[in-house]
């Protein structure tokens, strides 16, 4: 892997955050002190809250939108966000194909993928989610799974970007479970990610990649997740409500000579 690389620390707020309750973790993120200088921290809350963010968090935390739509340009796209819209607001990154959008909105690998290239081409930066279900993982099949969503990503990506994408691997029976993959676990798929990257981008780009974990990553598991050698970070759900995201974000510190 490269030298230098940045942890990615993703909060995923999802469809939660009062305006009481999302100004007292702005504060608490605010409050939180300097952060491992390996850590590259970004907060996607409600598109409710996403001004807020831009307005009143340090500089040093990234705002994030949780989707973006299948065309380029605003228009009569009810209840969506277009490439253009998120940028005017100063908002640089998207969080695209994540399970719940998958599996709730129906989105194909192949809408995911049409989303990241717009994104890329807008000159966003994109976390982009893949995982399996259980019965997928107890059939053998993560691998099959994660790549069938994970190829047209890639093919997506247009030339001079691969910088700009973040592969999240979160399986879908540990988000909000309680229930975790073993680091082993973790690093296993992650190990396999990067090979099939490696056989498709090249080595440097495969190693540039950040591929991150997500599904339900606490304070009490993070170190061990993160001091394994293809684990690039996280993407925090229910976490990344509550003061235990400070000790994920501080996790980074003992990859900083990695």
């Keep these: 892997m490269a030298s230098g ?17 999302v100004s007292s973790l702005v504060a608490m993120l605010n409050d939180g002190g ?5 850590a590259e921290v970004v907060i996607a809350p409600t598109a409710l809250h996403v001004s ?9 935390i990234n705002v994030s939108v949780q989707n973006t739509w299948s065309e380029e340009k605003a228009g009569a796209w009810t209840g969506e966000l277009t490439v253009d819209l998120v940028k005017d607001m100063g908002v640089n990154w998207t969080i695209l194909g994540h399970s719940e959008r998958r599996a709730y909105c129906g989105e194909t690998p192949v809408v995911v993928a049409k989303k990241v290239g717009i994104a890329l081409n807008a000159g966003m930066k994109v976390i982009a989610c893949i995982g399996e279900k259980l019965e997928d993982r107890e059939a053998g099949n993560t691998m099959n799974v994660c790549i069938e969503q994970l190829e047209p990503i890639i093919k997506a990506i247009p030339n001079g970007t691969v910088s700009n994408v973040v592969i999240a691997y979160e399986p879908v029976w540990a988000i909000g479970t309680g229930v975790t993959a073993t680091p082993e676990q973790a690093q296993e798929v992650h190990e396999q990610l990067r090979a099939y990257l490696v056989n498709n981008i ?25 001091a394994k050698a293809d684990i690039d970070g996280f993407l925090v759900g229910g976490a990344s409500l509550t003061e235990e995201f400070l000790k994920i974000i501080n996790s980074t510190a003992g990859k900083a000579n990695l």
Excluded: H
């Design 52 to 60: 807020y963010l831009v307005q009143n968090l340090r500089d040093d």
């Design 202 to 226: 090249g080595t440097e780009q495969a190693n540039a990649m950040r591929i991150i974990y997500g599904g339900s990553v606490k304070a009490n598991n993070c170190d061990e997740l993160m």
């Design 5 to 21: 690389k940045k942890m990615l620390i993703g909060g995923n707020w999802k469809c939660n955050g009062t305006v009481e309750k």
């Design 34 to 38: 300097k952060f491992p200088n390996n």
